[in-house]
Nanobody, 123 residues
């Protein structure tokens, strides 16, 4: 099992940047594919980005491609989401998630979740 804790959210103006972190417990972090999801009030949780266990493969939602970068440091048991050129529509609670083996883009595919960190982008 793995426990996940997100950090790094906050309030930022449109066009600004934030870096989210997801710290994982457990010695098996490197065996999990990881993903970021977000959920805005009144909306369903949506996929943002995912990364393979090694970090060699990444995948992004079209809405964030070219602006967000997912990465991980298996020596630190931590995953990151660098968010640049933020837009008001990026406002949401951001969650990190983990699943064994390959990554997926559906929240149903992920077994482990953090509590989320709020990102608010003002116009």
């Amino acid at each position: 099992q793995v426990q996940l804790v997100e950090s790094g959210g906050g309030l930022v103006q449109a066009g600004g940047s934030l870096r989210l972190s997801c710290a994982a417990s457990g010695r098996t972090f490197r065996s999990y594919a990881m993903g970021w999801f977000r959920q805005a009030p009144g909306k369903e949780r949506e996929f943002v980005a995912a990364i393979s266990w090694s970090g060699s493969s990444t995948y992004y939602a079209d809405s964030v491609k070219g602006r967000f970068t997912i990465s991980r440091d298996n020596t630190k048991n931590t995953m990151y989401l660098q968010m640049n050129s933020l837009k008001p529509e990026d406002t949401a609670k951001y969650y990190c998630a983990a699943r064994p083996t390959t990554f997926g883009t559906s929240s149903d595919e992920y077994a482990y979740w953090g509590q989320g960190t709020q990102v608010t982008v003002s116009s």
